[in-house]
């Protein structure tokens, strides 16, 4: 996949700066992840469908590895003007609209079909409009997949094996309080440094998806990954309004599309992701279970409780859970 991506992106980038001296529109895309990692690989796809269907009107240069910012610094951008559209998390998106709480809420979606089904519905319509006041919009979702924990020291069986473990979470008070509540000891700290934070022993373990292991190489230290599946946190991908506004209505519609077909696009490249980290972490010697959710569901619930009763998130939680 590597070497296919490293093709595609070199073609898209001579073609675009080809392109761009003639462009009615430019725009920056930035991503925080590799060139590799799947985002990167239908974002450049969405940056060219958009050129090819608006006839070189509109033109979108991709920054990746975090080259212009983490997701937060992105985020500013985004509103500044410096940045036209970004890729981010829903847990990054807290800090704006306090509405993306609720996807850092564990077990909220029951599979991936589920979590497909219901963001397809009016549940990504809400929270695509919950930030237009803070100057930008949502396009589409992305499955960043599910989080499950994995440490150095033990298979993680049921909630009293996480006590006296110091694990990286999100930093989300949302994630920090499911940590809390089932017997870890949250640490936020940020991605970059949870490899050498394993090796130093500043944290015992961390909890993410499967490609930590092996793109983020987290599995040469951590030798346990326990596939409790807490948490599936969306990914979005924004545009500003400043940058919408420079668009004709036919162009937004052909960028909103764009979008949709990336997110369709990503889904089979994750699943094949996905696969193949799990079956690379056992070659690394990575042990890995699956306990039974049942335990941690039980220790989550009051979390789950308490934002049920929330004014602005309850309603959105219950069309999330509800069948």
């Known amino acids: 996949m590597k070497i296919l991506t490293t093709a595609l992106t070199a073609l898209s980038v ?30 450049q796809q969405f940056a060219d469908e958009v050129h090819e269907k608006t006839d070189g009107e509109v033109s979108i240069r991709l920054f990746v590895n ?30 704006f609209a306090p509405i993306f709480r609720v996807f850092s809420l564990p077990y909220i979606f029951k599979d991936e079909d589920d979590f497909y089904a219901k963001m397809r519905g009016p549940v990504a319509s809400t929270v695509y409009e919950a930030t237009e006041d803070d100057g930008f919009q949502g396009l589409t979702f992305f499955d960043s997949g599910a989080r499950s924990f994995y440490n150095i020291s033990k298979p993680i069986e049921t909630p009293e094996d996480l006590q006296g473990l110091k694990l990286r979470v999100i930093n989300s008070n949302t994630s920090i309080r499911m940590m809390e509540l089932m017997g870890g000891t949250p640490t936020p700290i940020p991605y970059g440094e949870v490899y050498t934070a394993l090796q130093s022993g500043v944290i015992d373990g961390a909890e993410n998806n499967p490609t ?34 420079k668009l004709s209505d036919d162009q937004q519609n052909i960028v909103r599309e764009a979008a949709a077909h990336a997110t369709q696009a990503y889904r089979d490249l994750w699943g094949e992701a996905v696969r193949k980290a799990l079956a690379d972490a056992r070659e690394m010697g990575v042990e890995i279970n699956r306990p039974d959710q049942e335990p941690f569901r039980r220790a989550v619930q009051p979390l789950i409780d308490e934002y049920h009763q929330d004014d602005l998130i309850g309603p959105l939680l219950e069309q999330i859970i509800s069948d």
């Open 14 to 43: 001579v073609t675009l700066s080809i392109a761009s001296a003639n462009a009615d529109v430019r725009m920056r895309l930035a991503n925080t992840l590799s060139n590799d990692h799947p985002s990167s690989v239908v974002l």
């Open 66 to 95: 975090a080259v212009l910012g983490s997701e937060r610094e992105v985020l500013e951008q985004l509103q500044n003007g410096a940045v036209d559209i970004t890729r981010v998390s829903a847990a990054s998106l807290e800090n």
């Open 212 to 245: 930590a292991l092996t793109i983020g190489r987290h599995g040469e230290v951590a030798k346990y990954y326990s596939l409790d599946q807490h948490q599936r946190i969306p990914d979005f991908l924004v545009i500003s309004n400043r940058a919408m506004e």
